[in-house]
């Protein structure tokens, strides 16, 4: 009797051994890793710089955006050389500049409507609601004043209706001036909902050209 008392002891000891050593195993696993982002710390707007197409380097001429939708006035890209820009290769503007920037325009819709506008809409993958997202871009104003020209780039985050749940913004700012660009950027998070975001670049103001610009816009999720 005293052997089978001593072999139940050693098992119940045993079975108590495995309890601890499973619980320790359980304690030090690791959390499960986050879902991951493929997308994130990646500039989610194509053609930020208006570099892919001819920049326009005469007046009246019109340099079209790929990947962009002119929906007011007359949104172009102009280039760095145009003489008769605001802003050319030696102002102060983006390190990494290309050859072109977003131009607000000097045909005759340019001139004659309110502002120019130019649009981009991206899809936004899916649980990106809640993630941290930055707005930044090179802005470049034209003279002072009632009738100076200012930039403003927004971003429209929206539902499927398009119906638009919040804004990040940047511009209109006045403190940009002369005929040098400067950063400015802007932190928010994606509301819940959002499966589009629409990047609005205005141009506005001016009796008659638009020489305000913009340049290497950037929409990047963390």
Known sequence: MHGKHAIKGLGAAL?????????????????????????????????????AGAGITAVGAYGVVPGWTNTAGQFSAASYTFPNGWFSKISKGSPTRGKNYFFGGTTTEATSAKATVGTQTIKLPAKSAGRKVTLGGWIGNYGTGPTANMTQVRADFADASGTVLARLRIGNDTTVAGTDMAFRSRKGKVPAGATQVTIVVTFVGGNNYKLAGADDLSLVLA
């Open 15 to 51: 079975a108590g051994v495995a309890v601890l050593v499973t619980a320790s195993i359980a304690a030090a696993a690791p959390a499960a890793p986050a879902a991951t982002c493929g997308i994130c710390g990646k500039n989610l707007i194509k053609n930020p710089g208006a570099e």
